[in-house]
């Protein structure tokens, strides 16, 4: 008998405290641009705030997602 084992868990719902600032949040997108409903609930309650921050700074913006998903592309600084 096999067993799969689905995670709906992404890799910037992985970050530690001290690691939740908007770089460590970019990395994390730029190698996996999903979030999952899941980590967006009540389980990571910080998570809301960091990419609704990075929306705000001009660094992301949400490209949609099927359920349970959420993706977001990251926003190329302009050379000045």
Not at 23 to 51: Q, Y
Request: with cysteine; charged share 30%.
């Amino acid at each position: 008998m096999k067993t799969h084992i689905d995670s709906f868990s992404s890799s910037i719902a992985d970050l530690k405290p001290r690691d939740r600032t908007q770089e460590n949040a970019l990395r994390c997108l730029k190698s996996d641009p999903r979030v999952s409903t899941f980590d967006m609930s009540e389980h990571h309650r910080w998570l809301p705030g960091l990419i609704a921050q990075l929306e705000v700074a001009g660094k992301v913006v949400s490209a949609g997602g099927v359920y349970p998903w959420h993706e977001y592309k990251i926003v190329k600084e302009r050379q000045k």
